[in-house]
DNA sequence: ATCCGTAAGATACGGACCGTATCTTGTTGG
DNA sequence: CCAACAAGATACGGTCCGTATCTTACGGAT
């Protein structure tokens, strides 16, 4: 912590070092409180060394909350639309816990008023997963024939993704339960409704 | 604004010239900039005269947007689900407009930290629209017939509230199209699955 | 009509943090 | 081995915080 030392730290060793303390401090104090001041002490520097990599705290703890994430490349194939979707939520859920409630909604108001900050906030956060969910979950299932393109509005699509996410802004916590209501009572069954097998 | 006069004001007419004071320096610098000094200053009063009222720019923001909130006792009778869900969602949308995409993440942002405060959001801002839905969507739906009572679970009852919200939250804006999209491809459908004939 | 309690309004304060400029000094690539 | 570059330290004016202190208008009670 209180870098004494005569050694100066560069490059990625000392990016690494910096989003530790960010995330240190995150985990400490909360995003509402986390200042530039706070993590440049605690990393052992300065503040204008955290000014060269970042403009403001959203970009500095959305790198650090990005870096923390687990970006898998797919999930597992477990058999059935249903086994999918639970699959994926809980990813979503793992990544979700990462960022924590309040600072999630901080990043998304802060974002809401810069579309530059909006796009990597997408980028980083909604899109991989959207992405994930229609290669090996939706095309899983229209291969094996549970369903049909045709009847995957834009909105159905985004529909298991959306429910979350709303749960959690506005709760925090994600149980078991609440994401079984979310597939069995709304997802399947409007699927079922346009003509799904499932 | 610069109250320079003899005359003091006090109860509700100094709450009220606050109370707007507050929301002009909302729409002018918007929620994340929203300060106590500003809002002094406009309100031609001081600092110590709004701590006596609110202990947080959030309490104070809350208190304003709640006086400015339409909160009707009932909705005009549609003579169909569909339409009953259609005007609450519309009466939502006029009502999230008025305190917009990122004040609305802020303050949420902030309430997620601390109990009581949202406990007052959760009462301002959430249960009121749930209360309308039960009584003058659902309540009117099952008398006409198109649904019985058991079929609705927990989840589906806040299900049009909740897309809403998450799309509002996501997005910041609410389309006709939107709102449509929400009740034929989700909602209606979900419904008509556990045998609603709507 | 007057008195008194209450709250308005003004001012000032230490403190936190901002965002930037300046300077020194390791480190590293050529 | 040197020059360029970035790390790191320091300091600055500025904004806003949250609170304490003081004076003074108002409004209700006698």
């Not at 477990?78 to 990043?107: E, H």
């Not at 299932?141 to 049909?148: L, N, Q």
């Not at 298991?160 to 979310?182: K, W």
Request: hydrophobic letters at 45%; proline letters at 4%; aromatic letters at 6%.
């Amino acid at each position: 912590m209180g870098r004494r030392t005569v050694s100066r730290r560069r490059g990625e060793e000392l990016e690494q070092a910096i989003l530790d303390a960010v995330w240190d401090e995150f985990q400490e104090v909360g995003f509402l409180r986390l200042t530039f001041e706070g993590v440049a002490k605690r990393a052992g520097t300065s503040k204008p060394v955290l000014y060269r990599r970042w403009s403001s705290r959203v970009e500095m703890m959305m790198a650090c909350a990005v870096s923390r994430m687990p970006r898998p490349d797919s999930i597992p194939d477990t058999g059935s639309l249903r086994g999918d979707i639970v699959a994926l939520l809980t990813l979503m859920r793992s990544r979700l816990r990462i960022i924590g409630q309040t600072a999630m909604l901080a990043l998304l108001a802060e974002a809401s008023n810069d579309p530059e900050l909006r796009q990597k906030f997408f980028r980083a956060v909604v899109n991989h997963l959207l992405d994930l969910l229609d290669m090996a979950v939706w095309g899983r299932a229209i291969d094996r024939g549970e369903i049909r393109g045709e009847q995957l509005t834009e909105r159905l699509r985004r529909l298991p993704i959306d429910l979350v996410r709303n749960e959690f802004l506005l709760f925090g916590d994600l149980t078991d339960e609440v994401v079984a209501s979310i597939v069995d009572e709304v997802v399947l069954p409007a699927l079922r409704d346009r003509g799904a097998s499932v």
